[in-house]
């Protein structure tokens, strides 16, 4: 059988990351202040995090997608503000994304191998890996995950395809990703009916015309079929009400389509690279309880505003101890009176939450309001369900800037 070595290729060695509790949050005051919360986000380099979660966690996910950078060497940077809309290019304004440049193949296999190895413990007996990545590096993954997995374990190998623009000239548009789809087991969750599309209608027209089209071989029209192993999704790109401005932002129908297929309602999933939080955002729209994280905090702020839309249920943010975020003291006044809570000229804001009934220890965000994609202006006044006692903002600007302050009654 042949694998893939190189020079510097070895195991993980188990580092877990010191992990800190920044907040638990509410959504949208959901489950306050008794709830536990069952799904959880990690700030932090997914290496340290995944083997941190190893000890409560092995043999436990349902189901992993994993979106790494490609090994394209690019910078992605962000767009920020009301810059994530197209059509107003007028007003983008770009902030630092996520780099994917490596010193060579070997320095990003390093990355990928060890990474792998612990999604491959993770998963449970049941559980797949959807491993998203393009022709820059699949060829090399196939071959690790064929090592760790065994080649058996190849359940598909899916082409997802879009259009777009494109500068290249002296060869076809490069427009499909691959995603690598291993079980870690013979008896592995597949929902095809959960998943099914309709028939094209050429197809349909073929059955009704002629007895002896499929030859003899009627399928169930109605139910429609499994999709094959490519599918067309278009890009999140220009008048996509979706788009957060983070780089290289996933579909959520494509991702909606692999969550439906490969996990069951109360479901554990998992997206250690969750990027601007696609992953997470459509299990919790689904009914599954997730892990992710990314090591950009740009990232868990996106995802962090995705989630307290979506869920009904609480989540906690974990950070890394390492990966402290710098915090100041609001520049504008807290306003507190009764059930109300204003801030009277802040600076520009993505999202803000508030603490009631703060411990000076363990944030509880009880409720939130985040800046609307594209248009309208956030709110800067929250009403509360009951009289706050100890109050405690937080504040993201829209640079990405963190801020908190306290007020008493
Ligand atoms: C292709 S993007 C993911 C996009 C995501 N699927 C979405 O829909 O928005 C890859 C992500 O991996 C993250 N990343 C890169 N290295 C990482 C590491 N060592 N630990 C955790 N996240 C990492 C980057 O910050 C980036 O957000």
């Keep these: 059988m ?3 070595t190189w020079p510097s290729k070895a195991l993980p060695d188990l580092k ?7 907040s638990l949050i509410y959504p949208r005051g959901f489950g306050y202040p008794d709830a536990s919360p069952d ?5 932090g380099d997914n290496l340290r995090i995944m083997a941190s979660l190893i000890p409560e966690y092995e043999n436990r996910l349902d189901l992993i997608y994993a979106d790494p950078p490609f090994f394209t060497n690019k910078r992605y940077p962000a767009r920020i503000g009301r810059g994530e809309d197209s059509r107003h290019p007028q007003e983008w304004q770009m902030a630092e994304g996520y780099g994917d440049h490596w010193e060579n193949l070997e320095t990003y296999l390093d990355f990928l191998y060890p990474r792998l190895v612990l999604m491959y413990r993770l998963l449970s007996p049941h559980g797949t890996l959807y491993l998203h990545l393009d022709w820059h590096a699949d060829a090399y993954a196939r071959l690790l995950l064929d090592e760790l997995f065994g080649r058996e374990r190849l359940l598909n190998e899916i082409i997802w395809t879009y259009h777009g623009p494109s500068p290249i000239r002296r060869a076809f548009n490069r427009k499909h990703d691959a995603i690598l789809v291993y079980t870690k087991g013979a008896d592995y969750t597949f929902n095809a009916n959960a998943v099914r599309e309709p028939y094209h209608p050429n197809t ?6 002629s007895s002896k089209a499929g030859f003899g071989k009627i399928p169930d029209l109605e139910r429609g079929k499994v999709p094959e192993d490519w599918w067309y999704f278009p890009v999140v790109a220009r008048l996509h009400n979706e788009r957060t401005g983070y780089p290289t932002q996933k579909p959520e129908a494509l991702l909606k389509r692999i969550l439906l297929a490969s996990s069951n ?3 554990l999933v998992a997206d250690f690279f969750c990027g601007s ?3 997470p955002a459509v299990a919790a729209r689904h009914g599954r309880r997730f892990l992710a994280g990314d090591v950009l905090w740009r990232a868990i702020h996106t995802t962090r505003e995705r989630l307290v839309e979506e869920l009904r249920t609480p989540f906690t943010l974990y950070r890394e101890t390492v990966a402290a975020i710098p915090t100041e003291s609001l520049p504008c006044p807290v306003v507190v009176s009764s059930l109300n809570i204003s801030l009277k000229d802040p600076p520009a804001l993505d999202y803000w939450e508030i603490d009631p009934a703060w411990d000076g220890k363990i944030f509880r965000s009880a409720i939130q309001t985040r800046r609307p994609n594209r248009s309208a202006e956030i709110p800067l006044e929250i009403k509360m ?6 109050v405690c903002v937080r504040a993201v600007t829209v640079d990405g800037c963190l801020f908190q302050s306290t007020s008493n009654r």
């Design 2 to 4: 042949p694998s893939l």
């Design 16 to 22: 877990p990351a010191s992990l800190t509790l920044d």
């Design 39 to 43: 799904s959880h986000l990690f700030l």
């Design 204 to 209: 349909i027209k073929t059955f009704a015309s």
């Design 265 to 267: 309602p109360g479901d």
């Design 277 to 279: 939080g696609t992953f």
């Design 385 to 390: 369900p009951a009289a706050p006692t100890n």
